[in-house]
């Protein structure tokens, strides 16, 4: 952790003020521009950070200040709380070295799928641009075109990761998750088939091993933000009621549950899909 230094992103904040021992942050990319309010303690760790300070040193001096509590709990107490400043867009990393940014590769056959923490849009952007057809959360974009603000705030509103599933050298899919570690659900929020024809090659059972190994990575990144041992996880999907094409396709997979949500969004009725799956 010593060679990890965070730093404040001014330019991502409206405005800051301390109010009695909490500090009061509006970040600019958090949606509905809502108030972060840090306590005492996460104040502290966020006073300490000014761009020279590493992660390790940040550790040691919340540790002489509250010394009743042990070296483990302070690193991890710490580390939670510059991982969720990272995530809301208030932290950054000089040059660009971010201890929390990962990235998983697994071959299943002669398809590859490619997992990470969605940070930047830019490359996502280019490579989702030309495809066949096109998911988007309707409660996240408008029409199915995927915007860079709206994406942006998705990444630092969620635990936002992409996805994309390879044949060979070629792109089949490309797609965001975002995570709900309280309610310990998964939604998906965008989808681009790049290949319809290729994407029809990827049966039920294979597409199971994909969601098993993106569950399987992102419970286990996020175990320890969990209260409880969960022993199912959820998968939720939104559709437009008049998507006929992939309601037709996610009735056919036999969902837990299906709702109906009347004039939930601008464009009229939605379908919630709930899917429950075992984590394995």
Same mark, same amino acid.
């Given at each position: 952790?010593?060679?990890?230094?965070?730093?404040?992103?001014?330019?991502?904040?409206?405005?800051?003020?301390?109010?009695?021992?909490?500090?009061?942050?509006?970040?600019?990319l958090?949606?509905?521009?809502?108030?972060?309010?840090?306590?005492?303690?996460?104040k502290?760790i966020?006073?300490?950070?000014?761009?020279?300070?590493c992660?390790?040193?940040?550790?040691s001096?919340?540790?002489?200040?509250?010394?009743?509590i042990?070296?483990?709990?302070?690193?991890?107490?710490?580390?939670?709380?510059?991982?969720?400043?990272w995530r809301f867009?208030?932290?950054?990393?000089?040059d660009? @070295?971010n201890? %929390?940014? &990962?990235?998983?590769?697994?071959?299943?056959?002669?398809?590859? +799928?490619?997992?990470?923490? =969605? !940070?930047?849009?830019?490359?996502?952007?280019?490579?989702s641009? @030309?495809?066949e %057809?096109? &998911?988007?959360?309707p409660?996240?974009?408008?029409?199915?075109i +995927?915007?860079?603000?709206? =994406? !942006?705030?998705?990444?630092?509103?969620?635990?936002?990761y992409?996805?994309?599933?390879?044949?060979?050298?070629?792109?089949?899919f490309?797609?965001?998750?975002?995570f709900?570690?309280?309610?310990?659900?998964?939604?998906?929020?965008?989808?681009?088939?790049?290949?319809?024809?290729?994407?029809?090659?990827?049966?039920?059972?294979?597409?199971?091993?994909?969601?098993?190994?993106?569950?399987?990575?992102?419970t286990?990144?996020?175990?320890?933000?969990?209260?409880?041992?969960?022993?199912?996880?959820?998968?939720?999907?939104?559709?437009?009621?008049?998507?006929?094409?992939?309601?037709?396709?996610?009735?056919?997979?036999n969902?837990?549950?299906?709702?109906?949500?009347?004039?939930?969004?601008?464009?009229?009725?939605?379908?919630?899909?709930?899917?429950?799956?075992?984590?394995?």
């Amino acid at each position: 952790m010593d060679k990890y230094i965070p730093l404040i992103n001014k330019n991502n904040i409206i405005k800051e003020y301390t109010d009695n021992d909490s500090q009061i942050i509006i970040p600019k990319l958090l949606f509905n521009n809502e108030k972060i309010e840090l306590n005492k303690t996460a104040k502290f760790i966020y006073d300490s950070i000014n761009g020279e300070r590493c992660i390790k040193e940040i550790i040691s001096l919340f540790y002489q200040r509250y010394k009743v509590i042990s070296l483990e709990v302070v690193q991890e107490d710490v580390e939670q709380v510059l991982f969720m400043l990272w995530r809301f867009g208030i932290v950054g990393w000089v040059d660009n @070295k971010n201890p %929390y940014k &990962y990235q998983y590769f697994k071959s299943f056959g002669e398809h590859t +799928i490619e997992f990470t923490l =969605l !940070e930047t849009v830019s490359e996502f952007l280019v490579q989702s641009s @030309k495809c066949e %057809y096109e &998911y988007c959360n309707p409660y996240r974009y408008r029409k199915n075109i +995927i915007q860079r603000s709206f =994406l !942006e705030q998705a990444i630092v509103n969620n635990f936002a990761y992409s996805f994309i599933i390879r044949k060979q050298e070629e792109i089949v899919f490309l797609g965001i998750v975002s995570f709900d570690y309280q309610d310990f659900a998964l939604t998906l929020d965008y989808l681009a088939v790049t290949k319809i024809e290729l994407a029809k090659e990827i049966d039920n059972k294979k597409m199971s091993l994909f969601l098993s190994w993106i569950e399987n990575r992102i419970t286990h990144k996020n175990a320890g933000f969990s209260k409880k041992r969960n022993k199912a996880i959820n998968w939720l999907i939104l559709l437009e009621h008049n998507n006929q094409l992939f309601n037709q396709y996610l009735d056919n997979m036999n969902p837990d549950k299906r709702f109906l949500l009347t004039d939930e969004t601008i464009d009229g009725d939605t379908v919630m899909y709930l899917f429950r799956r075992k984590v394995s």
